[in-house]
T-cell receptor
């Protein structure tokens, strides 16, 4: 029973273009959503979050969009840079426990 | 230290032996999580501690796995009679609980890479 799904295991984007990573969730009790970035041999690092009372949150090159009716969130990175190449995990929180998706490996090509 | 600290960073053990993994959360963080990441897989929830409440153990894969936490400090994850399928990176995270506002974002340690041979 996967409550948080990232259906694209990998994504390749040209440097300077927009990267869009998608995430779907099933539990309507989730009320806080987060994106994490993970480099090899390191723990995940927090990127950006959004609460269920909002539909958009922006921080520099990173914007997270939340569509509650579709139970869908996305992370936009623009412009994409080579250092953005990593695995991105979305996570959802409700009743305190944090549930992660399977991750999407983003590769930024020069 | 300022971040979440895990030890050891790497552990190689023989099948059937017991192992103990340690996590030092960020000071003041009442919430503590353990996750596991197998090769090529996502982050698998194992257990969640919140203050003095009963932990959420719903992710522990078998009774060979157990975890303890003393108050709001150090946590240890113990795997008894290790199997090769237990090989993974074990990640610990902590966050600040804000009551009805829920938890802040979780901060992760660097993980313990466990290899069972």
């Amino acid at each position: 029973d996967q409550q948080v799904k990232q259906n694209s295991p990998s994504l390749s984007v040209q440097e300077g273009r927009i990267s869009i990573l998608n995430c779907d969730y099933t539990n309507s009790m989730f009320d806080y959503f987060l994106w994490y970035k993970k480099y090899p041999a390191e723990g995940p690092t927090f990127l950006i979050s959004i609460s269920s009372i909002k539909d958009k949150n922006e921080d520099g090159r990173f914007t997270v969009f939340l569509n509650k009716s579709a139970k869908h969130l996305s992370l936009h990175i623009v412009p994409s840079q080579p250092g953005d190449s990593a695995v991105y995990f979305c996570a959802s929180q409700g009743a305190q426990k944090l549930v992660f998706g399977q991750g999407t490996r983003l590769t930024i090509n020069p | 230290g300022a971040g979440v600290s895990q030890s050891p960073s790497n552990k190689v053990t023989e099948k059937g032996k017991d192992v103990e993994l340690r996590c030092d959360p960020i000071s003041g963080h009442t919430a503590l999580y353990w996750y596991r990441q197998r090769l090529g897989q996502g982050l698998e929830f194992l257990i969640y501690f919140q203050g003095n409440s009963a932990p959420d153990k719903s992710g522990l894969p078998s009774d060979r796995f157990s975890a303890e936490r003393t108050g709001e400090s150090v946590s240890t994850l113990t795997i008894q009679r290790t199997q090769q399928e237990d090989s993974a990176v074990y990640l610990c995270a902590s966050s600040l609980y804000r009551g009805r506002l829920g938890n802040t974002e979780a901060f992760f340690g660097q993980g313990t890479r466990l290899t069972v041979v």
